[in-house]
């Protein structure tokens, strides 16, 4: 029987170790705030902004909302970006992502200052990443490391196979577990024999973004397993990149969806928020 790796419990427990950090900088005179850009009103994205900005309630920040109309020139954001790098009294600047396509996303995660990048997405912020060194880490892979740890989960020395390359998830996720001394194998869309590959993983972390995509034949027996994706089936019940039915017996400990990976990364972010306002 596999053990849960319950994102809800320790997320929550996160939340509260947060709240009451905030509440002691507070007392020191040390005030935090985040600001959420969202461009255009895509309603997923929305879902998101306001759960980011009842963490924040939750955990005693600020959050300081800026909703721009879907026409906002990339110029206008780039401003407003500048604008927010230059005000003192905010800490953290997030600009939801997708933006819609006129904008160059690139250009706009480059154009946040690394000493507020609460996502992590700054070129500077993953630099730090690769060489070790501090600085805000990409929030569902940091989650995931907490997940682990949290569940007593022995990392160093381990096999891991993180499926999947992208700059949000699959490469800070691999670094990250590197950084913890496991023995990392990228897996991505070219990748030959990933059957073979996953089977010899002790953590299996899959971020393919294929729903149920992952079956038993890819886990070895006692593995533990991390689904990061997200995803509606065709009963329009969430479910994740990996079949959990058929996984669940076969792994030693794995996270549900939902329930697992997500509730971790807006936790990550609240975390990425009081670190800035401590700094
Ligand atoms: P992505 O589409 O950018 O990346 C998917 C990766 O999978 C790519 O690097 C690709 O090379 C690899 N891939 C695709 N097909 C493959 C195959 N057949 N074999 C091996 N590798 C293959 O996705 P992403 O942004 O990294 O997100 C992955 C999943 O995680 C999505 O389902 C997304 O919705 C979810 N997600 C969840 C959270 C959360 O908070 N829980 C956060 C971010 C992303």
């Known amino acids: 029987m596999a053990q849960i790796i319950d994102g809800k419990r320790i997320s929550q427990e996160i939340k509260d170790e947060l709240r009451e ?58 401003a407003l970006i500048d604008k927010l790098n230059n005000d003192n009294a905010v800490n953290g600047i997030l ?12 250009k706009i995660i480059q154009a946040i200052s690394p000493e507020k990048d609460v996502d992590g997405f700054h070129p500077e912020n993953v630099g730090k990443l690769v060489i070790g060194e501090e600085g805000f880490v990409s929030c569902t892979p940091a989650g995931i490391i907490q997940l682990l740890k949290r569940s007593d989960i022995e990392i160093s020395g381990k096999n891991c196979v993180v499926i999947g390359r992208s700059n949000i998830v699959g490469k800070p996720m691999a670094l990250l577990m590197l950084r913890e001394n496991a023995t990392v194998t990228i897996a991505h869309s070219k990748t030959q024999n990933l059957k073979e590959l996953c089977k010899n993983a002790d953590i299996l972390i899959v971020a393919i973004g294929k729903p149920q995509y992952i079956t038993a034949e890819y886990v070895k027996e006692g593995a533990v397993v991390i689904d990061v994706g997200i995803h509606r089936d065709a009963a329009n019940k969430l479910c994740g990149d990996v079949k959990y039915d058929e996984v669940f017996p076969v792994a030693s400990a794995i996270t549900p969806v939902p329930g697992g990976v ?14 800035s306002m401590s700094r």
């Not at 600009?95 to 690139?106: C, F, G, K, R």
């Not at 807006?266 to 928020?273: D, T």
């Open 95 to 106: 600009v939801q992502l997708p933006v819609p396509a006129h904008i160059n996303e690139d």
């Open 262 to 275: 997500g509730p971790m990364t807006i936790a990550m972010l609240m975390n990425n928020c009081v670190a």
């Open 21 to 78: 950090k905030v509440a002691s900088l507070k007392a020191e005179g040390k005030e935090a705030a985040l600001a959420v850009i969202q461009v255009g009103c895509d309603p997923a994205s929305s879902v998101y902004v306001n759960n980011k900005k009842k963490a924040c309630a939750y955990i005693g920040i600020e959050s300081l909302s800026y909703e721009l109309p879907e026409e906002t020139t990339e110029a206008e954001l780039l």
